[in-house]
């Protein structure tokens, strides 16, 4: 069935550095991945997303890119700090599907130390 | 902050009984989709209504429905409540006047324990 697989689970790094995290679909017709930050105890937010007909996309210290062909996209948050520190998840799915529904991964717990 | 506001916060039940939750959109916000998101798991998808018609639905059994009323509120039912429908329960509403996912838009979530 439909699934995406997020790499890691948790990640740890110092403040400034870069963090990376990955994620894998399964069904071919995803068009759109958006990517949620959610703090313990808050909703999830929408920090950026992609549409499938762009390979990349830029917002400040937040990127995402996008591999079509092998089922890949990846955020990449440079120049981390503190307030970078909570739970990030993946998400896949079709704009316009009758379905009207985002496969979400598993979540990645960032941890930024000062 | 952004349109999309849950009731109640938190809700404590015990096994066998039913629950409402409900969420209220901003106008214009015609398409709403419920998520269940279990500790430490990302959210699921219920269903998504578009209209108030179910546009779809995830792989959640029939006593989980829901409802979308013409002022852009909507509810969530759950019959014969189980320990495992303890979670955390998303709604989500799009700026897209059509049936989307596009830039979802969530509440803060209602907290359900099952005891």
């Known amino acids: 069935g439909e699934n995406v697989e997020q790499h890691p689970s948790t990640l740890s790094v110092q403040e400034g550095d870069s963090a990376v995290i990955k994620c894998t679909y399964s069904d071919s017709a995803s068009n759109y991945f958006p990517w949620y930050k959610q703090e313990l105890g808050k909703r999830p937010q929408l920090i950026i997303d992609i549409r499938s007909n762009v390979g990349e996309k830029k917002d400040q210290r937040i990127a995402v890119t996008l591999n079509k062909t092998a089922k890949h996209f990846s955020l990449h948050i440079t120049e981390t700090q503190p307030e970078d520190s909570a739970v990030y998840f993946c998400a896949a799915g079709e704009i316009y599907n009758q379905g009207g529904k985002l496969i979400f991964g598993q979540g990645t717990e960032l941890s930024v130390k000062p | 902050e952004t349109g999309v506001t849950q009731s109640p916060t938190h809700l404590i039940k015990t096994r066998g009984q039913q629950v409402t939750l409900r969420c209220s959109s901003q106008?214009?916000?015609?398409?709403v989709s419920w998520y269940q998101q279990a500790l430490g798991q990302g959210p699921q998808f219920i269903f998504q209504y578009y209209r108030e018609e179910e546009n779809g639905r995830g792989n959640f059994p029939p006593r989980f429905s829901g409802l979308q009323f013409p002022n852009y509120s909507s509810e969530l039912n759950v019959n014969a409540l189980e320990l495992d429908d303890s979670a955390l329960y998303l709604c989500?509403?799009?700026?897209?006047?059509?049936?989307?996912?596009?830039?979802?838009?969530f509440g803060s979530g209602t907290q359900l324990s099952v005891l």
């Open positions: 989500a509403s799009s700026l897209a006047g059509y049936a989307t996912n596009e830039k979802l838009f």
């Open positions: 106008s214009g916000h015609n398409t």
